[in-house]
């Protein structure tokens, strides 16, 4: 079975800094592509970052390019996101999902609060 859990959430000052982790299990983490959504209160998902298998290709929405870096540690089963300079607007539940077998997988997500 398919599992993605999201750790790291919490409550941060603009400008402030969060590290995001998502660990995963039931498959084999190295030949799957991994990305980060995020949901705020009344709006659609939004995808925030992709990155490939072996974590030489990177890619991330206009929105939070330039602050945020996706990374992976293939031997602990675990994407990263690493957020700077975080805005209110960043203010979200984050999930981390993969696809496989034509299906998309989501975490249970967690929540990040960027407020004074």
């Known amino acids: 079975q398919v599992q993605l859990v999201e750790s790291g959430g919490g409550l941060v000052q603009p400008g402030g800094s969060l590290r995001l982790s998502c660990a995963a299990s039931g498959i084999t983490f190295r030949r799957y592509g991994m990305s980060w959504y995020r949901q705020a209160p009344g709006k659609e998902r939004e995808w925030v970052a992709f990155?490939?298998?072996?974590?030489?290709?990177?890619n991330y929405a206009r929105s939070v390019k330039g602050r945020f870096t996706i990374s992976r540690d293939n031997a602990k089963n675990t994407v990263y996101l690493q957020m700077s300079n975080l805005k209110p607007d960043d203010t979200a539940v984050y999930y981390c999902?993969?696809?496989?077998?034509?299906?998309?997988?989501w975490g249970q997500g967690t929540q990040v609060t960027v407020s004074s």
């Open positions: 999902s993969t696809e496989l077998d034509r299906s998309r997988y």
């Open positions: 990155v490939n298998t072996v974590g030489t290709v990177t």
